[in-house]
């Protein structure tokens, strides 16, 4: 805050100083787009989505109806399509909308699958229905759990389930829990399988969920928001099989396809609940009496009134790159994290969190700094390991050469977790995350 | 759809074509920014605003940790102080957040009074509290039941108040209602005053409202997501007088501040309570032993995960204009409106929806065609006049020259909402309008 003078006062400042401010405003902040960036899940800055992103901006216009958005809302429909097609709903039917993230995204899911099964709780509220259960793996993203909290369900009713050394879910694990909830006496409802968890980028065993699923007539839901970029790509989308067996996907363009933020998909594969579960039918907006097909209007079935365009940026990609350059894209990406891997897995003070080659661009490990390596395991060994990755963040953050996240998970101290999504990215940047990792970290 | 390829492939297309569908989009789009553009509370299209998006689009980051946005994080917390001291609370003091819309900025307000009275369902779901019992008029924004429907209080507990014949609150319904919930055994939580009213403009009596609301310990939310601007305006700032005893309040300074779109806040004057509310601690991605001070990371109070960055344009337009060029924005929309009022309010063929000055830029009004001017009132005359404004909305479209809403409001058939948030609106566009409508109308 030295130096920048961010108040806001009753005067107006002059142009020159509005540049100045634009200046320092992209001076002290973060360049998300540098190929060096491995901090987070969207990163990169693609061209042509940044002028579709402007292009938006500069129609300033919002999605609820197709009178003020007539060209948006058609590109939304027949993207959401071709999304629906990709994960293998027969003819790409069903609904979805774009929404403000992943998070919100998977608040969809739950949501409707409250309305699927108990209706009756959107004009009587939660005690129409019995005491309700969520399941979703302890590796899942934090917003099912949120979810759970906002609806009305409790966190206490978000039952979390195990998984395996590499984060997958253990189908016996829900089955055992589902089992368990009902002899509870409480209703089991919602499933979420993760294609793609944040920290491993593990994809749950879909198949093997949805046959649960089934079993018991619970909602499936898979919160692709991570790794469901991996269904435009021949090579990898095995890693989803199953997910046309899904009620309802999360999926985040932003993410691994690098659209810019936002853009998150909600898609569904019954047509018409997601307007049941949402619609108020309010007359200023949604006049009944208007000279078009007014299905056309999308802002009955969303939580929000007004709703931002995030299609255009998408779609505009999408034509630009064509399905096939998405995949080349995911593929060089899956290719650079496997440069990784191979890299480090044998490499003298690298670890890896665990075994095997990653299923997604994660690629979790620590660094072992020269003073621990010879270090026997022990309270003290892990305590020292614990603050090694902070440290080296923090140099990193301070000579602002490079960046990528850490966090402990479980039992396990802090750790390392490498990400790829830009696909400007090469390997010289890998090799040169390694060695600034051990320059950094090689007297701590 | 005709002439305009939306359809997505495999290949790419070249980069002429992505401009001509770049181009085209522009085209059959809908010129939200053109001053005779009137039919969203939400238009005109600021150029330092829309440099703001630019700029944010550029950056490409996300709200929800201080070290991938650090500029944007600081900006935002000095804004929402700057806000929070327009409103009245004591040194600026609270907290807040900007949400994608003024929708779930409301659903907030709803989610904190719960965690506030019964911060338990948390945890345990909505079957640890009593049957809550929400208050908001007949005449506020549906989103308010929307909520009241998603967190699973359900519709039937979002209770409507009766209004004035300008559409306002009448307080002593509002205490009617609560001594009757209370009766029946249910818990009233939560009142809603609207300042600005999405049809009428109206500005419910926040002072004899709040009164009640600390009687009974009732959670005060001013939804004043269209009327919140007016606070800028030393004129028009007393149509919110008592706003500051609100404990929540929604604004949207994308709506009557003429921000590009999205940008909404959510303001609450407890400090704490957002973040507890809301809070999942998620380790991997706020984590407590990062470099710097971690009250930073925004993303623990929020329902979303990432969060577009909406303040830049918000802050620079704010620097670019200062408080007073927002305060000759408003005033200067409000004397349009007065200017269109007073032209209709005794013209021939016009019929005002309610008497008296608007308090608000909104303008309702019926256009009587020659044909209905003689007819007695009557089920014929009622229903002919409902096809009315349809029509020449219709028409209006058709032809492109200007656009404005329309809606039935309970028991009144259907009648043209004018608004003004444009400062680039001028009288010869109010001029035109009505013109327009008489030339459109006099042979329906």
Redesign the interface.
Known sequence: ?EG?N????????S?E??LV??R???K???R??HPRFF??L?S??DI?G??G???T??????MFTY??????V??EQ??LK?MREMIGWPGGEGDGLFS?????SN?YSV?IARYKYFPE????????AP?LVLFTSEHS???I??A??????????VILLSTDERGRVIPADLEAKIIDAKQKGYVPLFVNATAGS??YGAFDPINEIADICEKYNLWLHVDGAWGGGLLMSRKHRHKLNGVERANSVTWNP?KMMGV???CSAILVREKGILAGC?S?C????F?P???YDVTYDTGDK????????DI?KF??M????????FEQHIDKCLDLSQYLYNKIKNREGFQMVFDGVPQHTNVCFWYIPPSLRGMPDSDERREKL??VA?KI??MM?ESGTT?V?????GNKV?FF?MVVSNPAATQSDIDFLIDEIERMGQDL
């Open positions: 805050m920048f961010l108040e806001l006062s009753d005067q107006p400042e142009l100083q509005i401010d634009c320092d405003t992209l002290y902040g973060i998300t787009g901090n987070q969207s990169g800055l042509i940044l002028a992103e402007w292009l901006s500069t129609a300033n216009t919002n009178e003020i958005a007539p060209v948006f058609l590109m027949l993207t071709k403000p993230g992943g998070a919100i608040m949501m709780v959107k004009t009587k509220g939660m005690s129409a005491r993203h934090y917003s759990k949120k759970g909290a906002a609806l009305g369900f409790g966190t206490d009713n944040t920290v932003h810019p933020l936002q949402n108020m309010a007359g200023y907006l006049q009496d208007k000279q969303a939580i929000q009134c007004g709703r931002h365009v255009f779609w505009l999408w034509k630009a790159k064509g399905t096939i350059g614990h603050r902070p963040k923090a953050m960046m996240g850490y966090q402990p998970q802090n977790r």
